[in-house]
């Protein structure tokens, strides 16, 4: 009888051990996490051998990474016709992505592991943080474009200022992001923090230049 494994190069691979590794790798993650995860323990969940799944995967990484994006949608674009509204379910789509679906200290020392590696750092960022950051930004974008937001606005940074909430909450562990603070961060960014922004222009200007962090223009 034939193996399931079919480890001769060129075979097809078996669809049901990937799904099954997959699978495990969360169990794993979830249960040890990060540090505590071994491709020794994903095999025996999974039924199958660790040379299988790195015939598969060659990287730890790469496996993990395949395994969050199973558990991860594209978050849609909210357009409601509500800059705030948009903003805010945006945001509240970002956190749940990154806080509630990939298991809780995950990402940070993934993200950490993968830094020295170039194509594996792209394909994480592509895979697993830039979907949910584009709906963010196609939301800031289309504010801009209703003129809700002012024209010329840097929209990048924008997304930035918002995604860098949600990426602190999962550098720290913190999975809690309810739906108040997700309008809070929207409403403190929309209302701008300053009482007198030009006031403090013009005293900054007034300061002398050995203690400003940057020449105004």
């Not at 108040?180 to 006031?199: C, K, P, R, S």
């Amino acid at each position: 009888m034939a193996s399931r494994e079919r480890p001769a190069t060129g075979r097809p691979r078996d669809p049901a051990i990937d799904r099954a590794v997959l699978e495990a790798t969360l169990e794993v993650l979830r249960e040890s996490g990060y540090s505590g995860f071994s491709l020794e323990a994903v095999a025996t969940r999974a039924g199958t051998t660790k040379p299988s799944i790195l015939r598969r995967w060659p990287k730890r990484q790469q496996l993990i990474i395949c395994a969050l994006v199973t558990v991860l949608v594209t978050p849609p674009v909210p357009d409601t016709g509500c800059t705030r509204c948009d903003l805010i379910v945006s945001l509240e789509s970002l956190a749940d992505a990154l806080l509630r679906r990939v298991p809780p200290g995950v990402l940070a020392p993934l993200m950490a592991d993968c830094s020295a590696d170039p194509g594996l750092r792209q394909h994480l960022t592509s895979t697993l943080i830039q979907p949910a950051r584009d709906a963010v930004a196609a939301t800031v974008a289309r504010a801009i474009d209703r003129g809700h937001l002012r024209p010329g606005l840097d929209a990048d940074l924008v997304v930035d200022m918002l995604a860098s909430v949600v990426f602190q909450g999962n550098m720290f562990g913190d999975s809690r992001f309810p739906v108040e603070l997700a309008a809070h961060v929207v409403d403190v960014l929309l209302q701008g923090v300053a009482v007198d922004f030009d006031e403090l222009l013009a005293i900054s200007r007034a300061t002398p230049k050995s203690h400003r962090h940057c020449d105004d223009t």
